[in-house]
């Protein structure tokens, strides 16, 4: 045998062992996927009309039971919604109609009502974040309001006001907000 048919030889190897590679890495990707999920820590709270004070350091709840919640991971890999990149630093007012994941910077207003918004942990939204469904494991200064459920995930940092129907709090995340949602009866909330 030549070194012509070694090369190609070895070449088809290492062309084998990449693809090998690149299908462990996809398993182990998607089974990563779904500990996010099982992480989350749940925590409902509805208050009365008048907003209720709360400055807390870090808060643990008991373990979610519905899997409503949107992961930065399930966004990606379901290729929908806009996204916000890491590098980018946006002033101004951000009008959605589906689906927005922000690992970037938003100066001002991001509104999808009836969709779900994700800040990673890169994320840094100020003054007014508004969705249907909002997980946050990144920074939100301002007004967050979710229109069904909002989530903190362990990297939260949430300064402010937070208003929704639905508040679930991971261990770990920090807040330092007023919690409010009218025409509801209060509950009481287990914060460390």
């Not at 299908?23 to 709270?45: C, D």
């Not at 709360?54 to 806009?82: M, R, W």
Request: hydrophobic content about 40%.
């Amino acid at each position: 045998m030549g070194i012509q048919a070694w090369l190609i030889f070895l070449g088809i190897g290492a062309m084998t062992l990449i693809v090998w590679d690149g299908k462990r890495s996809k398993i182990k990707n998607a089974a990563s996927s779904t500990l996010p999920a099982q992480r989350i820590t749940s925590l409902t709270t509805s208050l009365p009309s008048e907003a209720a004070s709360a400055s807390v350091s870090h808060c643990a709840i008991e373990p979610l039971k519905s899997a409503q919640s949107y992961s930065v991971t399930n966004l990606e890999q379901n290729n929908q919604g806009s996204r916000i990149g890491a590098a980018t630093h946006i002033k101004g007012t951000i009008t959605a109609d589906e689906p927005i994941l922000i690992k970037g910077q938003v100066e001002g207003l991001v509104i999808a009502p009836n969709h779900p918004v994700i800040v990673s942990a890169t994320g840094y939204v100020t003054d007014y974040l508004e969705g249907g469904v909002v997980s946050i494991d990144g920074k939100v200064s301002g007004m967050l309001k979710a229109n069904i459920k909002a989530t903190l995930l362990s990297g939260a940092q949430v300064q402010g006001s937070v208003d929704a129907p639905s508040f679930e709090c991971m261990a770990g995340a920090i807040l330092s907000v007023n919690v409010s949602h009218e025409a509801i009866r209060q509950k009481e909330a287990l914060v460390s």
